[in-house]
């Protein structure tokens, strides 16, 4: 990495498309509500002290789903301080960081 603002972007969002697809039985996703999933995913990235990832999914529920039930408990979760101070721009913060993801052998 070469720690360029944008780098730490594209990890991020990579990271948030492809985390999960080793994590599930195929079809489980798609049988709960996408802003149902991305709420889950944010609280296990929150819990796994991935704070960008986490605000990262939740700032995405909140302006994709904006009238769900799920974007109004997001909008509670990015009041947590550690989870809030990870979206104003890309900070250097060791807080803040996203851990490489564990890829299989």
């Known amino acids: 990495m070469d720690g360029r603002p944008h780098s730490k972007a594209i990890i991020a969002i990579l990271y ?3 985390g999960g697809l080793g994590c599930s039985p195929v079809g489980a996703a798609a049988d709960r509500h996408p802003d149902g ?4 995913r ?7 002290k991935q704070f960008t990832a986490a605000h990262l999914t939740l700032e995405t529920l909140i302006d994709t789903y904006p009238d769900s039930e799920y974007a109004d408990k ?10 809030a101070s990870c979206g104003d721009g890309w900070t250097t913060s060791l807080d803040c960081e996203i851990a490489e993801p564990a890829w299989p052998n």
Do not use: G, N
């Open 16 to 18: 948030l498309l492809l």
């Open 74 to 83: 997001a909008r509670l979760a990015l009041r947590d301080p550690r989870i």
């Open 37 to 40: 999933v991305l709420f889950e």
């Open 42 to 48: 944010a609280m296990d990235a929150a819990e796994r």
